[in-house]
């Protein structure tokens, strides 16, 4: 089993910055994507940012400029720096990590989420 835990999620003023981390543990593979997904209030949940294992990057167009994913391949964390944050960010951050699995197995985990509020 595979666990994905975030942290650093919390209130800030618009305008304010936070960092969001997420930490692979368990019976690991090498993750072929690690990313980050959100659902605001009322909302679906939509792809934030996506980093491949060789550190191409893809962004929401809502979050070009202003949020940069990372990642540390050893030590299987992604990290999000989020900056000039809008209250229309708001919404519960989801951790994704996906491997491609002999077979054309597609394994996908889930972290359980952190809450960004950022008020205006």
């Known amino acids: 089993q595979v666990q994905l835990v975030e942290s650093g999620g919390g209130l800030v003023q618009a305008g304010g910055s936070l960092r969001l981390s997420c930490k692979a543990s368990g019976r690991i593979f090498s993750f072929n994507t690690m990313g980050w997904y959100r659902q605001g209030p009322g909302k679906q949940r939509e792809l934030v940012a996506v980093?491949?294992?060789?550190?191409?990057?893809n962004y929401a167009d809502s979050v070009k400029g202003r949020f940069t994913i990372s990642r540390d391949n050893a030590e299987n964390t992604v990290d999000l720096q989020m900056v000039s944050l809008k209250p229309e960010d708001t919404a519960v951050y989801c951790c994704?990590?996906?491997?491609?699995?002999?077979?054309?197995?597609?394994?996908?985990?889930w972290g359980q989420g952190t809450q960004v509020t950022v008020s205006s």
């Open positions: 994704n990590a996906v491997t491609f699995a002999p077979g054309g197995i597609i394994l996908n985990y």
């Open positions: 980093i491949t294992r060789g550190g191409s990057t």
